[in-house]
């Protein structure tokens, strides 16, 4: 992390949180952990297209499909990501 960049901002109702990666880190966040103390945190993907496909594949095939049938899992992009909505293509 890049501890300059980072900011909190705390409301009456809500709390944010921005972090900034450090220079010489690349690639995108995958997940991150949350909670009141160490002992119970909480995990949260970032939406991916990855995470995504990953999610949906566990709902449409659990894992005692076989392999055949995880192999003609939907594909699955992520189109456009904002606070309030999310739009995936399923090919």
């Known amino acids: 992390l890049a501890s300059p960049e980072t900011s909190v901002s705390v409301l009456a109702h809500n709390a944010a949180i921005g972090l900034a990666k450090a220079p010489g880190s690349t690639g995108?966040?995958?997940?991150?952990?949350?909670?009141?103390?160490?002992s119970?945190?909480?995990?949260?993907l970032f939406v991916s297209e990855?995470?995504?496909?990953?999610?949906?594949?566990?709902?449409?095939?659990?894992?005692?499909?076989?392999?055949s049938a995880q192999e003609r899992r939907p594909s699955i992009e992520a189109l456009d990501v904002s606070e309030d909505r999310i739009q995936i293509r399923l090919k």
């Open 28 to 38: 995108l966040w995958e997940k991150y952990h949350f909670g009141l103390d160490a």
């Open 40 to 44: 119970a945190l909480q995990e949260r």
């Open 50 to 67: 990855e995470n995504v496909d990953g999610f949906l594949g566990a709902v449409l095939c659990p894992s005692f499909c076989s392999q």
